[in-house]
């Protein structure tokens, strides 16, 4: 079955630092990738995705990510955080290998933005 | 436009009690999804429906959870009896179309936070 790893549970940034984001899963077919966002207090919204062409996606609030199919991974980027990108961050993927459209997540990062 | 609701937002109950769990999915939705985060782990997959059929529901843990969507609309999961073990968050989903592969966003609801005492 497939997995989904993201390598930092927490992180703290000072606001206009850079963030970078580790997610890596175990599926060597064909895959969906996303990155969903869960702000406090609201639901999980989706921040990008990545189904096939140009492996650089850009997604909302200035994020992207980029996938690298020899590494499995799809770390999430973002040159200069903001305080109000204080959130919790889920990397999860879709395979195709059944019929359905399940997706397994990753352990979420939960990151602090200080101002 | 309304987005995937769920009710209640926060239950809780003792052991060995019932509790359902209800999703309303987002108008036109196809497809109805339930997941489940359990304190300090990753959410995950419980089970899809596809109008009223139940498409996938490899993820559901064990048959003191059942899951039915009558008329392809509303969904609900419920627990019975419950256990300790079920305390969580349970979101539901939903997304367009009755094709199980391709680019169908899933919308999240604000989940229901289960407490099971």
């Known amino acids: 079955a497939q997995s989904v790893s993201q390598h930092n549970h927490h992180v703290i940034l000072s606001e206009a630092a850079s963030l970078e984001l580790g997610c890596n899963y175990s599926y060597g077919g064909t895959v969906n990738l996303f990155w969903y966002v869960q702000y406090p207090g609201q639901h999980l919204q989706l921040l990008l995705k990545y189904f096939s062409g140009d492996p650089l996606v850009k997604g909302i609030k200035g994020f992207e990510a980029e996938f690298i199919k020899s590494k499995f991974s799809f770390n999430l980027r973002k040159p200069s955080v903001q305080w109000s990108d204080t959130a919790e961050y889920f990397c999860a993927v879709k395979v195709n290998w059944n019929a359905g459209n399940m997706l397994t997540f990753g352990g979420g990062t939960r990151l602090m933005v200080k101002p | 436009e309304a987005g995937v609701t769920q009710f209640p937002s926060h239950s809780v109950i003792e052991k060995g009690q019932t509790v359902t769990l209800r999703c309303d999915p987002i108008?036109?939705?196809?497809?109805l999804y339930w997941y489940r985060r359990v304190m300090g782990k990753e959410i995950k997959f419980l089970l899809h429906?596809?109008?009223?059929?139940?498409?996938?529901e490899s993820g559901m843990p064990n048959n003191r959870f059942l899951a039915e969507r009558t008329g392809g609309t509303y969904s609900t999961l419920k627990v019975q009896p419950a256990e300790l073990e079920d305390s969580g968050v349970y979101f539901c989903a939903s997304s367009q179309g009755a094709g199980t592969w391709g680019d169908n966003e899933q919308f999240f609801g604000p989940g229901t936070r289960l407490t099971v005492l």
């Open positions: 108008s036109g939705h196809d497809n």
């Open positions: 429906f596809v109008k009223e059929s139940k498409q996938d």
